[in-house]
């Protein structure tokens, strides 16, 4: 298992960018691939951006061309980069690692956009 610990949230105008960071520490081994997801107040978790150990990212729809996810060599730091930020994009973002037969949370990191 790995601890998840996120940081970069904080407040932003419409426009603006942020970046999260996700740090990670414990046993990678047979990692699937990493990833950000989001929660709005009263909405569902959902997607934002994964990137496996093979390098293939995946994007929400809502956020392409715009984020950016990224990883270091050593699974140890993961990124999103978030551009051109929208009011719909303010929501909790938490950092997630899958296995195969489990999944590592982080405690996620609050996002507000601003209009």
Known sequence: QVRLV?????????GGS?????????????LNSMGWYR???GKQLELVATITSGGRTNYAD??????????????????????????????DYYCNANFPQY??????TQVTVSS
């Open 62 to 91: 809502s956020v392409k061309g715009r984020f950016t996810i990224s990883r270091d060599n050593a699974w140890t730091i993961l990124t999103l980069q978030m551009n051109s930020l929208k009011p719909e994009d303010t929501a």
């Open 18 to 30: 942020l970046t999260l960071s996700c740090a990670a520490s414990g046993n990678i081994y047979n």
């Open 6 to 14: 996120e940081s970069g949230g904080g407040l932003v105008q419409a």
């Open 103 to 108: 999944d590592n949370w982080g405690q996620g």
């Open 39 to 41: 929660q709005a107040p």
